[in-house]
């Protein structure tokens, strides 16, 4: 069972600000995606780009690269919050029908760690 799929929501795909690891760039950009369309910098970090207020694989209401999304795309709607550490997504109107254990939130402890450290790198 997948909420985001059973409800067919995309709420988390509009006016995005999903950050990617280079990890993800290469993966998207090997099956033929140009990451200068699909990623943008901002301060540092690696973002998904929007376009017209929705990420740019976002077609018809469906992810267009579902299979390939991004790690933060996969955890979510657990998100790193800086003062309290993994939480459910305030924004996602289907969060309680989702029960991450342990094993997500180390995969985004994990996430947060690699996107840090790519970002100090670019600095």
């Not at 909420?3 to 950050?19: E, I, R």
């Not at 990623?39 to 077609?59: P, S």
């Not at 309290?84 to 342990?102: K, N």
């Not at 939130?105 to 790198?121: D, K, S, Y």
């Amino acid at each position: 069972m997948n909420p985001c799929l059973d409800h067919q929501c995309s709420v988390c795909c509009h006016d995005t600000a999903m950050p990617l690891r280079e990890a993800d760039v290469v993966r998207l950009a090997a099956l033929g995606h140009d990451p200068e369309r699909f990623a943008r910098e901002d301060d540092g970090w690696l973002l998904l780009r929007n376009e017209k207020g929705a990420c740019v694989f976002l077609r018809d209401g469906t992810c267009s690269v579902y299979e390939h999304r991004p790690e933060g795309c996969r955890l979510y709607p657990l998100v790193f919050e800086e003062d309290t550490g993994p939480e459910m997504d305030e924004l996602c109107p289907w969060r309680a029908e989702f029960h991450p254990g342990t094993q997500e939130r180390r995969r985004l402890e994990a996430l947060v760690r690699v996107l840090v450290r790519e970002r100090e790198a670019r600095s």
